[in-house]
């Protein structure tokens, strides 16, 4: 017989599922569960991107693109990545890719060797650290503080800084937090990369999606950011469109050069269809994310305003949509509090440890959904936590401080 244990990549073992996926199937083995685990949004995708698509299907547009992705589509990303963010790129420093996450990982694995420290703000989302671990780099963890707004403090990354850092992964708008960087927040961070040799990913795919009038602003438009910034985003979030898998980075043209060697190899273009209906979106549907950021809004204060109601203290999320309740108050672990609250009232969140150890005490719970189904949930979120106070009653552990 095959010895696979011995024949699997040591790197690979190590890796630990991601708790968000694991979580939702979960969920999808039990009956009449309320899953509030994924983030994908819950709108169509607009009907003219999908006439787009089905247009250039019809017309028998569909052979590979090339690798970089077509002229047209880059021409319009960079319109409106100066339109909607003021950033100057050419299609030259443009790529296009299958989602956002392969932009990550090309990133990446173009620039890191082995003993390299990549740098990563914790909580945030799942790809980054096993990424990076599979290239062989060793992941420096900083830790981000709901006091802090979950924002990254230019004291916490000079801390984190060594001889070998390499790379810092930026990103912001948070998942899980929802926690935003604002102009004068990054302003603070370029100084302490300024004479460093040190590389910025920034992961900016909802960039779209922050509230209360504040806009965001991308790292790579600070003075010195632009040339050790390659900026990753996509359609996903922006246009529901994740199931078309379509992203893109942009950044100095010697990166980029780089990271498109290794896409010609692995993955040869992104897919034709999703490209001619992306340029649609780009032209034609800056009304329909602003109704999508209204009703995200509407709905994430909805939530952070129940959740503080029934003694789950909870940041208001400044982007993305997310937020990230304490369940410390009530003893258990995220894990526990997770588990239990899917088994007990069929209710799908996820453990805040899944965004790393520092999302430990916490759950994500994403407002992709309803209010109805939002309603509906925190209704049984609350009666999870009076069955929890019982509990401890009972045990002569006194009341949670809720």
């Not at 077509?70 to 420093?93: A, V």
């Not at 790379?167 to 926690?179: A, E, K, Q, S, V």
């Not at 526990?336 to 899944?354: K, M, N, S, T, Y």
Request: overall charge negative; glycine content about 8%; hydrophobic content about 40%.
């Amino acid at each position: 017989m095959i010895d696979y244990e011995n024949l699997l990549s040591d790197q690979v073992k190590k890796l630990q599922p991601s708790g968000i996926r694991r979580f939702s199937e979960l969920a999808a083995e039990m009956d009449d569960v309320i899953s509030l685990g994924v983030g994908e949004p819950d709108f169509q995708t607009p009907w003219v991107i999908r006439q787009a698509g089905i247009e250039s299907l019809e017309r028998g547009r569909t052979h590979y693109s090339p690798n970089a992705g077509f002229k047209d589509l880059k021409l319009e990303i960079c319109r409106y990545l100066e339109r909607r963010m003021g950033l100057s790129y050419t299609p030259e420093e443009t790529m296009v890719t299958v989602g956002g996450s392969e932009a990550i990982d090309m990133m990446i694995r173009a620039v890191v060797d082995p003993g390299d420290e990549v740098l990563i703000p914790e909580p945030c989302y799942v790809s980054y650290d096993p990424i990076a671990r599979l290239s062989g780099a060793k992941v420096v963890s900083i830790p981000t503080r709901f006091e802090d707004d979950f924002c990254l403090t230019p004291e916490a990354l000079k801390a984190a800084i060594t001889p070998k850092s390499k790379l810092l992964i930026f990103p912001y708008p948070n998942n899980p937090t929802g926690g935003i960087m604002r102009r004068e927040d990054l302003e603070a961070i370029a100084e302490v990369l300024r004479g460093t040799n040190i590389l910025v990913l920034s992961d900016e795919i909802y960039a779209e999606l922050t509230y209360g009038g504040v806009k965001h602003v991308s790292i790579a438009s600070i003075e010195g950011m632009r040339e050790r910034t390659i900026v990753v985003n996509g359609f996903s979030k922006t246009y529901a469109m994740t199931g078309w898998r379509l992203g893109y980075a942009v950044g100095p043209a010697p990166l980029i050069q780089q990271m498109i060697k290794i896409h010609q190899f692995a993955i040869m273009c992104a897919p034709t269809t999703s490209q001619y209906a992306a340029i649609e979106a780009l032209r034609s549907c800056d009304d329909e994310i602003e109704a999508m950021r209204d009703e995200y809004d509407l709905r994430g204060k909805y939530l952070v305003g129940e959740l503080n109601r029934i003694g789950l203290k909870c940041f208001e999320p400044k982007g993305a949509f997310y937020v990230f309740p304490s369940i410390k108050c009530t003893g258990l672990t995220s894990e526990q509090f997770c588990v239990r609250l899917l088994q007990e009232e069929h209710v799908a969140v996820i453990p805040g440890d899944a965004f790393g150890s520092w999302g430990e005490g916490h759950v994500r719970i994403s407002y992709c959904y309803s209010l109805r189904h939002l309603k509906i949930a925190i209704g049984k979120i609350e009666k999870f936590l009076n069955k929890l106070e019982g509990e401890r009653h009972a045990s002569g552990q006194g009341e949670m401080s809720r």
